[in-house]
């Protein structure tokens, strides 16, 4: 089900797809990329008896807002109104690729609303240390490229987000460019203010075979996190991995789900 979340004071319109019944799971897709990438999650996820929102960035689906001079801040705000909308108390948030920093920061900047986060996997806050290579970013400016063929923008998917043998195909569909806006504001704020999640609980899924963010840094990102942080990685996948390894991941986050309900009950 398709809901959309007005907020006439900051011109921002947000759509969410919402579905099944139970603790509130918070959705938030890679950059450029729609909640549609969670299809596969949010049936899981149903069937685990929980209710999933995956909510489009601004510039995706039928979201949309100011177009610059926005921060991060803005776009956690973004992900709060909805929370505040159609949930219940806090919920449990789930950020994919790009999506785990928005999620990193609204628990950040919204801790009253965020119980958990699980992220995947956990990178952003360290391209000082681990940059993203030329030939992944030229790839990355191809793999939406419509006015390209199908087999360059195959090989510029395979080049950015997908382990060596996994079929790309499925991300040709499902871009939306103009959703571009939200990773750069959220790459131009700082660190510092939003890596640490707010210091809730936090689990993180590395991928063993991604492109953007190597696994030292997941391996690092849980030492520094320290008893915060919970951590698995996930073998033969790369960026992308929900549509890689969609069994491993839904398996991953529900079994974290749980374990934070079971604690919350006590």
């Known amino acids: 089900m398709s809901i959309l979340v007005e907020d ?20 938030i897709a890679s950059a450029m990329r729609g909640a549609g990438d ?3 999650l949010q049936d899981d996820l149903s069937k685990a008896g929980f209710r999933s929102i995956a909510i489009h960035m601004r510039g995706a689906g039928r979201s ?21 909308e159609l949930c219940e108390g806090p919920v449990h948030i789930v950020g994919h690729a790009l999506g785990n920093i928005v999620a990193r920061g609204t628990a950040s ?8 986060v699980m992220v995947m996997p956990c990178g952003g ?10 030939d992944v970013i030229q790839a990355m400016g191809r793999c939406h490229d419509e006015t390209l063929g199908e087999d360059e923008r195959r090989a510029a998917l395979s080049t950015a987000f997908f382990a060596p043998g996994n079929d790309p195909g499925c991300w040709l ?25 707010g210091n809730k609980p936090i689990m993180i899924l590395q991928p063993l075979e991604d492109a ?24 033969h996948c ?17 079994a974290f789900l749980q374990e934070r309900e079971a604690a919350a009950r006590g």
């Open 8 to 27: 006439p004071e900051r011109g921002v319109t947000m759509e969410a797809i919402v579905a099944g019944e139970g603790p509130d799971v918070v959705l």
């Open 38 to 40: 969670f299809s596969m």
């Open 64 to 84: 949309h807002g100011p177009e610059s001079d926005f921060t991060l801040h803005d776009i956690a705000e973004d992900v709060a109104g909805v929370i505040e």
């Open 109 to 116: 900047f919204h801790p009253e609303l965020i119980r958990s």
């Open 125 to 134: 806050h360290d391209l000082g240390k681990y940059p993203v290579t030329d």
């Open 173 to 197: 569909e499902d871009w939306w460019p103009a959703a571009s806006i939200v990773s750069t504001s959220a790459l131009k704020t700082d660190p510092e203010e939003w890596w640490r999640a």
């Open 212 to 235: 953007m963010s190597p696994r030292q840094s997941g391996l690092n990102s849980v030492e520094a996190l320290g008893e915060q942080a919970s951590y698995a990685e996930i073998p």
């Open 238 to 254: 790369g960026h992308a991995i929900l549509p890689e390894q969609p069994e491993l991941v839904a398996s991953a986050v529900i």
